[in-house]
């Protein structure tokens, strides 16, 4: 299973956007993206998912280049709302397994 | 999307002793799971459990330790055996929908406390 690096920690402030880049260098062939969002004392919520190019919904977009061994989740005007545990994860959902990987933890700022 | 509930929500439990936790889904599903989450740190799978067969454990962790039922395709059970402190984490349980495809819906998690 792919292995998946994204940094530990992010700070942003209210309104700003927000890049959260992950790094999959392992990705399979059938392998899909996936976001999650996790809030303290929650479980985490699906955000978004992706194979190739770009993907956006109502609350976020996930840009994956060609060669798909990375991938950056942008979150358009964050609030204060926003500060939660944002995990990347890699899988082809052949055995329906999620691993996930140590997440990153965005502070937004008033 | 489905709706997930956990009981207990909390616990505190004594060494020594067991705890079953439960897990509640709304709609039938084919696949569920379970997760730990120590503080401050990512989750790890412990198991899947299908309905109709027997759950399927993740290196480091062991029937033995960790049994876990699944009658039907709404229920499921996660047992933590002679507990240990070490076994202080947060556990959830997990779904996913026939019609989702890599995306799981998650509990809210129980909060274990083994002194």
């Known amino acids: 299973l792919a292995k998946t690096t994204q940094p530990i920690s992010m700070d942003s402030y209210e309104g700003q956007e927000v890049n959260i880049t992950c790094s999959h260098n392992n990705i399979a062939t059938n392998d899909y993206i996936t976001w999650y969002q996790q809030f303290p004392s929650q479980g985490p919520r699906f955000i978004i998912q992706g194979y190739k190019t770009k993907v956006t919904n109502e609350v976020a977009s996930l840009f994956i280049p060609a060669d798909r061994k990375s991938s950056t989740l942008s979150l358009p005007r964050v609030s204060l709302s926003d500060t939660a545990v944002y995990y990347c994860l890699v899988g082809d959902g052949t055995f329906n397994k999620f691993y996930f990987g140590s997440g990153t933890k965005l502070n937004v700022k008033p | 999307s489905a709706v997930i509930s956990q009981k207990p929500s909390r616990d505190i439990c004594q060494r020594g002793t067991s705890l079953t936790i439960q897990c509640q889904v709304d709609?039938?599903?084919?696949?569920m799971f379970w997760y730990r989450q120590q503080p401050g740190q990512s989750l790890t799978l412990i198991a899947t459990a299908n309905q109709g067969s027997e759950a399927t454990y993740e290196s480091g962790f062991v029937i033995d330790k960790f049994p876990i039922s699944r009658p039907n395709l709404t229920f499921s059970t996660l047992t933590v055996s002679n507990m240990s402190p070490e076994d202080s984490s947060i556990y959830l349980c997990s779904v996913e929908e026939p019609i989702s495809y890599n995306e799981q819906f998650f509990g809210p998690g129980t909060r274990l406390t083994v002194l």
């Open positions: 709609s039938q599903v084919t696949m």
